[in-house]
């Protein structure tokens, strides 16, 4: 797909739904066939805000089968293994991840013992917001209000040691951001056990597109010794190399503790409205007191293993600005630094928002996350310029967004030279026909719609 794969809006829309419908297997909708074939959370969590606009009972039934897995204990896990034929074509598989002899694990499917960024509750209100048919579906909403708040809760009692409001994720792939250059640090701080395996996300994309053989050691070594800990948490917590207070992670969990609250509310559940408040203020505090950096003006990880902090870089380090996390000055600051040549390049050279400074030395421009952009932190960070007010900025990212997808097609991520337009053999790379891709630049066309979205500024002050 390329010569400007789709030359109008309306084109583009019907490639959106053409792809929701293409992904979808019976109770849920996977990412892409063949490299990503089972449930995946949060990228199951962002395709139902594309469901919502062609079928509201799909976009419902994406959160009815995400929680109909839920671990006894609140834990949802980054994979659900529906269909395991399915997974000739993935590894790791549920046998190599082994988290179902966990007490607390689902007995009627297999699951990974490791979570995803925690975007659910956003995701929930942003369906909620389009169902015209909410007041039938009452019981819907307040069970999977009561499933998400549990999530949240496993995450602040087991993921939280020090009670600092800033939950961990114990594995890279939890940060949703795989590859991302934030963990070159903590790889070294260990050795990996060695794996010849056999690979399969590069029987669907070109290797130089997906993380090393190398880093994949580490990945597998934090699986395999989680397992050989039965995935205890407190047993993990204790001997895992990997433990990291994340801002993307935390920025969504503070996001959907809002909306959880927002919706509760809705449902005359104010017990759960009240403690997701009391959360989301905490973890705001929490996240600006130690993970803003006001010269960088990002937010920062923490190592909590080897207590010492990791710079970040890029878009994950700007998801704060959707759950209003940063002060007007901080937030200034975060637009200032996405402005600036760092990432937008010499005169506007890049379209945002690059996953890596694209002056920096470790900056690679197709490998996953060390550079490419990718439409879900992109559709984040919008909606992030929507709550501060950054018209221009909003308006940019937007426009960014559907050029890329305009130009290359409905693609995992993208390239952000510009300079690559030009060249008649460059593409998109990654998955294609990507599931949350479509669903979430099916969102950015319909937001000009105003019958079909209600002010979120309105409904952020309402907290």
Same mark, same amino acid.
């Not at 199951?44 to 606009?53: D, K």
């Given at each position: 797909?390329?010569?400007?794969?789709?030359?109008?809006?309306?084109?583009?829309?019907?490639?959106?739904?053409?792809?929701?419908?293409?992904?979808?297997?019976?109770?849920?909708?996977?990412?892409?066939?063949?490299?990503?074939?089972?449930?995946?959370?949060?990228?199951?969590?962002?395709?139902?805000?594309?469901?919502?606009?062609?079928?509201?009972?799909?976009?419902?039934?994406?959160?009815?089968?995400?929680?109909?897995?839920? %671990?006894?204990?609140?834990?949802?896990?980054?994979?659900?293994?529906?269909?395991?034929?399915?997974?000739?074509?993935?590894?790791?598989?549920?046998?190599?991840?082994?988290?179902?002899?966990?007490?607390?694990?689902?007995?009627?499917?297999?699951?990974?013992?490791?979570?995803?960024?925690?975007?659910?509750?956003?995701?929930?209100?942003?369906?909620?917001?389009?169902?015209?048919?909410?007041?039938?579906?009452?019981?819907?909403?307040?069970?999977?209000?009561?499933?998400?708040?549990?999530?949240?809760?496993?995450?602040?009692?087991?993921?939280?040691?020090?009670?600092?409001?800033?939950?961990?994720?114990?594995?890279?792939?939890?940060?949703?951001?795989?590859?991302?250059?934030?963990?070159?640090?903590? %790889?070294?701080?260990?050795?990996?056990? &060695?794996?010849?395996? &056999?690979?399969?996300?590069?029987?669907?994309?070109?290797?130089?597109?997906?993380?090393?053989?190398?880093?994949?050691?580490?990945?597998?070594?934090?699986?395999?010794?989680?397992?050989?800990?039965?995935?205890?948490?407190? &047993? *993990? &917590?204790?001997?895992?190399?990997?433990?990291?207070?994340?801002?993307?992670? $935390?920025?969504?969990?503070?996001?959907?503790?809002?909306?959880?609250?927002?919706?509760?509310?809705?449902?005359?559940?104010?017990?759960?409205?009240?403690?997701?408040?009391? %959360?989301?203020?905490?973890?705001?505090?929490? *996240?600006?007191?130690?993970?803003?950096?006001?010269?960088?003006?990002?937010?920062?990880?923490?190592?909590?293993?080897?207590?010492?902090?990791?710079?970040? =870089?890029?878009?994950?380090?700007?998801?704060?600005?959707?759950?209003?996390?940063?002060?007007?000055?901080?937030?200034?600051? *975060?637009?200032?630094?996405?402005?600036?040549?760092?990432?937008?390049?010499?005169?506007?050279?890049?379209?945002?928002?690059?996953? $890596?400074?694209?002056?920096?030395?470790?900056?690679?421009?197709?490998?996953?996350?060390?550079?490419?952009?990718?439409?879900?932190?992109?559709?984040?960070?919008?909606?992030?310029?929507?709550?501060?007010?950054?018209?221009?900025?909003?308006?940019?990212?937007?426009?960014?967004?559907?050029?890329?997808?305009?130009?290359?097609?409905?693609?995992?991520?993208?390239?952000?030279?510009?300079?690559?337009?030009?060249?008649?053999?460059?593409?998109?790379?990654?998955?294609?026909?990507?599931?949350?891709?479509?669903?979430?630049?099916?969102?950015?066309?319909?937001?000009?719609?105003?019958?079909?979205?209600? =002010?979120?500024?309105?409904?952020?002050?309402?907290?």
């Amino acid at each position: 797909m390329h010569k400007k794969a789709f030359r109008t809006l309306p084109d583009l829309e019907k490639a959106c739904v053409s792809t929701l419908y293409k992904n979808w297997r019976s109770k849920c909708t996977i990412p892409t066939a063949g490299l990503y074939p089972f449930q995946w959370l949060w990228d199951s969590a962002f395709s139902a805000v594309g469901w919502a606009y062609i079928d509201l009972s799909r976009a419902r039934q994406e959160f009815q089968t995400i929680l109909d897995c839920q %671990w006894k204990n609140g834990f949802l896990a980054h994979i659900v293994y529906h269909d395991d034929d399915a997974g000739k074509s993935y590894f790791p598989g549920s046998a190599f991840q082994g988290a179902g002899a966990n007490p607390y694990a689902p007995k009627h499917v297999a699951t990974s013992g490791i979570t995803q960024p925690p975007n659910l509750g956003y995701c929930l209100e942003q369906v909620f917001q389009l169902d015209h048919a909410r007041a039938e579906h009452t019981d819907f909403y307040k069970n999977t209000i009561s499933g998400i708040f549990r999530f949240h809760a496993y995450l602040y009692r087991d993921r939280d040691p020090k009670q600092e409001y800033l939950p961990y994720i114990r594995h890279n792939w939890e940060s949703g951001t795989d590859n991302a250059v934030q963990w070159d640090a903590i %790889w070294q701080s260990f050795e990996p056990r &060695q794996y010849d395996i &056999q690979r399969r996300d590069t029987e669907h994309v070109n290797d130089q597109q997906r993380p090393t053989k190398k880093d994949y050691n580490y990945y597998l070594t934090l699986i395999e010794l989680s397992k050989e800990l039965n995935f205890d948490e407190q &047993q *993990m &917590q204790k001997t895992l190399p990997f433990l990291v207070q994340d801002p993307l992670f $935390n920025a969504l969990l503070v996001a959907s503790n809002e909306s959880l609250a927002r919706l509760a509310l809705q449902f005359g559940m104010s017990d759960i409205a009240n403690t997701c408040l009391q %959360w989301a203020q905490k973890t705001k505090k929490a *996240m600006n007191r130690k993970l803003f950096d006001p010269i960088a003006g990002m937010y920062n990880y923490y190592d909590l293993r080897n207590e010492k902090m990791i710079k970040g =870089s890029g878009a994950p380090s700007m998801v704060a600005l959707t759950a209003g996390i940063p002060n007007k000055r901080q937030a200034h600051l *975060m637009k200032k630094t996405l402005q600036s040549a760092h990432y937008w390049g010499e005169d506007k050279a890049y379209f945002l928002c690059a996953t $890596n400074a694209v002056t920096a030395t470790d900056y690679d421009s197709k490998r996953y996350w060390r550079g490419p952009v990718w439409i879900p932190t992109n559709w984040l960070i919008w909606k992030g310029c929507e709550r501060y007010g950054f018209k221009s900025l909003e308006k940019q990212i937007k426009k960014d967004s559907l050029a890329l997808v305009q130009h290359y097609g409905l693609f995992e991520y993208f390239d952000p030279a510009k300079s690559t337009l030009q060249d008649p053999d460059s593409t998109g790379y990654g998955g294609a026909d990507f599931s949350w891709s479509a669903a979430l630049i099916l969102d950015m066309i319909q937001s000009d719609n105003a019958n079909n979205t209600k =002010s979120r500024l309105d409904l952020y002050q309402q907290i």
